[in-house]
């Protein structure tokens, strides 16, 4: 079956400007989530989706960071304006429900780079 | 919240030693505790996982071991070799719903 998509793969961009990822999920997968990894470091939440409904988003810098996932398929993570401390690999990952035990599955990665 | 604590945070063996990977969580309702492995550039990549009623969990050369009342798990590696070189990842799973929090990662060398 096919993986976890996400574009654009690698990204550099000047500090206060605007950047969009996109992913979509495995087919059928009714979760969500965003993780920020930082470089030497492991996954941290940011959001996660149940289909297009938001369970938790405590960890999402709002000022500047906004996700959606309209029609409970595709979603978009947008950071404006972006700060030198963005710099990390965003990855989205999805299961096929938010349950205790279900498989995460994660795409490769959108590599961030804010100078 | 939950808090997944990892050590070490680098290890260094020789082909065909054992590794050994351990971390502690803080949320007593956890109950879901997968490790993953990450390739440098490459997604993290579930390799083995365990639930909080089964105590070990084995597949070929790698185990997993959950002590619930101490709350910590750990990652066995026997036998290694070096493409077992890599960034190992362990996670805990809190209520039901919840998202996986993970560890800060080991970076696991293994030299021939």
């Known amino acids: 079956e096919a993986g976890v998509a996400q574009s654009p793969r690698y990204k550099i961009i000047e500090k206060r400007q605007s950047v969009a990822f996109w992913c979509n999920p495995i087919s059928g997968h009714a979760t969500l989530y965003w993780y920020q990894q930082i470089l030497g470091q492991g996954p941290k939440l940011l959001i996660q989706?149940?289909?297009?409904?938001?369970?938790?988003d405590s960890q999402l810098p709002k000022d500047r960071f906004s996700a959606e996932r309209l029609k409970g398929v595709d979603s978009t993570l947008k950071i404006q304006p972006a700060k030198l401390e963005d710099s990390a690999v965003y990855l989205c990952?999805?299961?096929?429900?938010?349950?205790?035990?279900?498989?995460?599955?994660f795409g490769e990665g959108s590599w961030l780079t804010v100078v | 919240g939950e808090n997944v604590e990892q050590h070490p945070s680098t290890l260094s063996v020789q082909e065909g030693d054992s590794a050994v990977i351990k971390c502690t969580y803080s949320?007593?309702?956890?109950?879901?505790f997968p490790w993953y492995k990450q390739e440098l550039g490459k997604r993290p990549q579930l390799i083995i996982d365990?639930?909080?009623?089964?105590g070990e969990k084995k597949d070929q050369r790698i185990a997993v071991t959950l002590n619930k009342t101490a709350k910590h798990f750990s990652l066995h590696i026997t036998e290694t070799q070096p493409e077992d070189s890599a960034v190992y990842f362990c996670?805990?799973?809190?209520?039901?719903?919840?998202?996986?929090?993970f560890g800060k990662g080991t970076t696991l060398s293994v030299s021939s």
């Open positions: 949320d007593s309702a956890s109950n879901y």
């Open positions: 989706f149940q289909n297009n409904g938001v369970v938790d």
């Open positions: 365990i639930r909080s009623n089964v």
């Open positions: 996670a805990a799973r809190g209520q039901a719903g919840t998202a996986l929090i």
């Open positions: 990952a999805s299961s096929t429900r938010g349950f205790s035990g279900n498989t995460i599955y």
